[in-house]
Structure formats: structure tokens, C-alpha cells
């Protein structure tokens, strides 16, 4: 099925796919990308290259000028990029102190920590 | 008179109020009207510190005939007075500005990178081994984050228990209550402003969403839920310094687990201190707004 009117999360993921999947330090232009997302959708070439411009935008991706066309690449692979944000993650729980951006579940504990909680729990299951 | 009794309820609601209502620990068994009880001290600081400079100002601006003394003591007040709304306002501007940058890279980030849960965008699944569950608040974007490595470690309904939890502080906003006491704190330099009623807020609006978890997953899932995410990330926190007075780290997740246990509704308890917060709230109303009218009676 052609989707003609997907939403722009799963263009931005596609895109950021095609992008993962060639060869570390490789680099795609908008051309490239559309040629390959076409043959799954019908797509127009100025969307695709507006969903380029807003990864680039957002510093998803790399963008360099290569004569009169942009070329794009990934700012790391998916493997990096996600270690990235678990990293970002971990530091914004460290941070009791300050305000919180998000909202973890639970936060940091230590082993004697979990030894109290697993004390708390028997209680809490024999009641 | 005035003037004086409001600066001192002032620095009553911003200091040691706080710290007697955190050392005590049964507040938080009702944790809808502790909420609402700490919400009103804080507001009521605010108040009793802007009422004490305005009531300074037309105690020496409005007399009969204001002699350069009493002039200058109402400008200074004044000054002080716009000096303190101006930072609240400043605070308030550059704490949310931050929260939002922050929430639109992270999401942005996460949204290329995770997968949609089956029942629909807002749950995000990422593909990393730490076992990790949260939420990012605000207005349009939220997002529920599971990692796969705490998809590994909870059964079915132990993951619907902290699915539940995220969904609930997300419908009730927390983070707006979380962003307003962050910027009340950020407006003052430490001594005047304590750590304790941002600190308190934070583990009562645990409290809430672990009961909103509680009632549609069960408290043995919710219990379980909590040890095995906390165990899971302990390697981490013992490297890190353990935030031990936390709301999510050690002491507020013991404190969380041990509130589980004792569900019982106090209506009484929620009744006296939701009182306690119209009061609160009325005492520096009271101060300001008496004089004003006597002084218009002819």
C-alpha cells in the first residue's frame, strides 16, 4: 500500500534508516534518499527534503555543502545515537538537585538500598 | 505592625515551616491534600513577602503628610518588593525555558531512534540493556520510555504497573507542580529558600502516581516493579554518589514501597491539613487586606 500522507516521526525515521544503513563516513544527498524511499511510497522529493532539513535542524544529522548539493549524514550510528540519549538520561536522574526534565520511575539505589526494598517487598507480599 | 508580622510569616513559610512539615513522615500518607498543603505554604511565603513590602509602602506613602524618611523607607520597600517579584518571574521564565529545550532534544533524539509500543505512538520502546522507565512531560510530545533491558526484567503486569505510573504523572501534569517549586527555588539564594519542599513534592508526586499504578495493576506488581528496576540500575548508583533523601533514589524508594503497605484512606488526616492549607493561605490574606479596609472606613 502506498502511503501517500504518513506522519512525519516515521519519515524522520525512515530517512534516519537509510541513512544508518550505508557505510561508516558515507554520505547521502536528498536525491539518493528520495530514490530509495520512493520505491516503498509515493513521496515527493521537496518532502523528503524538508524532513532532511529538519534532522539536520534538530543535529540528527550532518549537512555539507558538496557543489550545489547537500549532502547528509547520520551523527552516529543507531547503536551510538541511542547510547547518547541513555547516557543523557542517566546524567538528568543523577541530578536530584536540580530542576528534572523527566520523570524516571526510579531513580539511583544503592546495593544496601535494594537489600531495604527487597525487606519492604516480603512485607508488602505477606500482607 | 504589619509590615513586620508579614515579613516574619514570610520567613516562617519559607524556612522552618518546610523543614518541620518534611521531618514529618505521616503527612505523606495523604499525599492528594500534602500536596495541596505545600503548595499553599509555598504560595503563602510568596504572598506574606510581597504583602509585607506593599504593606510598608502605603504604611508610609499614604499618610497625611509623608516626610522624607517615610519616603524613602516606602521607595526602598518598593524597590525590594518589585526586586523579589522580578526574580520569581525570571526564574520562572529561565527554568521552564530550560525544562522545554531540554524535553524537544530528548525527544527528538528518542523519536528516531525508538519504536512505538503496539498500542499507539506515546509509548517508546529503545533498544539498550540498562533497565530504565520514564516519562517526558509537556505539552504536546509526551512520551512513556521503556529500555529493553526493563522490558527483560518485568513480567507482563509488573510493566503495566510502571506504564501506569508514567500515564499517570503525565494526566495529572506533576511536572507543572515539580516546575513551579523549582523555579520558587531557583529565585532565592539557599538560605532563604530550603531544598526540603522541592525534595518533599517530588516524592509526594511518586506517592500519587504509585497509587493511581496501584489501583489499576495491584501493589505486589507495583512493589516488584520498583525492586527490580532499582536493582537493576544499583552497579550504576554505587559508582555515582547515592542520592540517598531522594524521591526515586534509595530513601524515597523505601519510603514509596513502605507506603504501599498501609493503602487505608484517612479522611480525617486529609481533612486537617487541607484545612490546614485554606489557613495557611488565609493568614497573610488576612494582613494585608484588614488594614486596606480600615483604613478605608471614613
Redesign the interface.
Known amino acids: 500500500m502506498a502511503k501517500t500522507r504518513g506522519n512525519i516521526g516515521d519519515l524522520e525515521r525512515s530517512v534516519m534508516e537509510a541513512l544508518w544503513a550505508i557505510p561508516d563516513g558515507a554520505s547521502l544527498t536528498v536525491r539518493e534518499v528520495h530514490a530509495q524511499l520512493a520505491e516503498e511510497r509515493d513521496i515527493a522529493y521537496t518532502t523528503v527534503m524538508t524532513v532532511m532539513d529538519r534532522l539536520a535542524r534538530k543535529e540528527l544529522v550532518h549537512q555539507e555543502r558538496d557543489g550545489r548539493a547537500y549532502r547528509y549524514r547520520a551523527r552516529g550510528t543507531r547503536g551510538e545515537m541511542t547510547a547518547d540519549l541513555m547516557r543523557d538520561t542517566l546524567e538528568e536522574f543523577a541530578s536530584h538537585d536540580r530542576r528534572t526534565a523527566l520523570a524516571a520511575f526510579v531513580s539511583d539505589a544503592s546495593a544496601e538500598d535494594v537489600e531495604a526494598l527487597r525487606a519492604a517487598l516480603a512485607k508488602l507480599d505477606g500482607a | 505592625m504589619t509590615p513586620l508580622l508579614l515579613a516574619v510569616l514570610a520567613v516562617l513559610f519559607a524556612g522552618p515551616v518546610p523543614a518541620v512539615l518534611a521531618r514529618l513522615p505521616w503527612v505523606r500518607r495523604t499525599p492528594v491534600a500534602a500536596l495541596v498543603l505545600w503548595q499553599s505554604v509555598a504560595a503563602a511565603a510568596v504572598l506574606a513577602a510581597l504583602g509585607a513590602g506593599l504593606a510598608l509602602v502605603t504604611h508610609h506613602a499614604w499618610r497625611r503628610a509623608p516626610d522624607p524618611v517615610a519616603w524613602t523607607v516606602a521607595v526602598i520597600a518598593l524597590g525590594v518588593t518589585l526586586l523579589v517579584v522580578a526574580r520569581l518571574l525570571l526564574s520562572a521564565h529561565r ?1 521552564g525555558t ?2 522545554r529545550a ?2 524537544r ?2 525527544r ?6 525508538s519504536r512505538a509500543g503496539r498500542t499507539g ?1 506515546r509509548i517508546r520502546f ?3 540493556e ?1 533497565p ?6 509537556g505539552f504536546g510530545g509526551q512520551r512513556i ?1 521503556v ?1 529493553e533491558g526493563a522490558r527483560g526484567v518485568l513480567t507482563p503486569d509488573e510493566l503495566d504497573a ?1 506504564l501506569e ?2 500515564r499517570a ?1 503525565l494526566r495529572a501534569r ?2 507543572l507542580v ?2 513551579a517549586f ?1 523555579a520558587l527555588r ?1 529565585a532565592f539564594p539557599r538560605w532563604v529558600s530550603s ?1 526540603a519542599a522541592l ?1 518533599e513534592v ?1 516524592l509526594l508526586v511518586e506517592v500519587l502516581a504509585d497509587r493511581v499504578a496501584v489501583r489499576a495493576a495491584g ?2 506488581a507495583l ?5 527490580q ?3 537493576g ?2 552497579p ?3 559508582l ?5 533523601d ?1 524521591a ?4 524515597g ?2 519510603t514509596r ?2 507506603l ?2 498501609d493503602p487505608r484512606p484517612r479522611r480525617v488526616q486529609a481533612a486537617l491539613l487541607s484545612a490546614l492549607a485554606v489557613g495557611v493561605l488565609v493568614l497573610p490574606t488576612a494582613f494585608v487586606v484588614v488594614p486596606w479596609l480600615t483604613a478605608l472606613r471614613p
Open positions: 527554568v530550560s525544562l531540554i524535553r532534544r530528548h527528538a533524539q528518542l523519536d528516531v531512534i505512538g529503545i533498544e539498550h540498562v530504565v522507565a520514564y516519562c517526558i512531560p520510555v529500555s510502571v505510573h508514567e504523572h506533576h511536572d515539580l516546575e523549582s531557583e531544598d525534595r517530588r501493589r505486589q512493589g516488584r516493579a520498583l525492586v528496576l532499582a536493582e540500575r544499583a550504576e548508583a554505587a555515582g554518589a547515592g542520592g540517598n531522594t526515586l533514589g534509595g530513601g524508594l523505601l514501597v513502605e504501599l503497605a
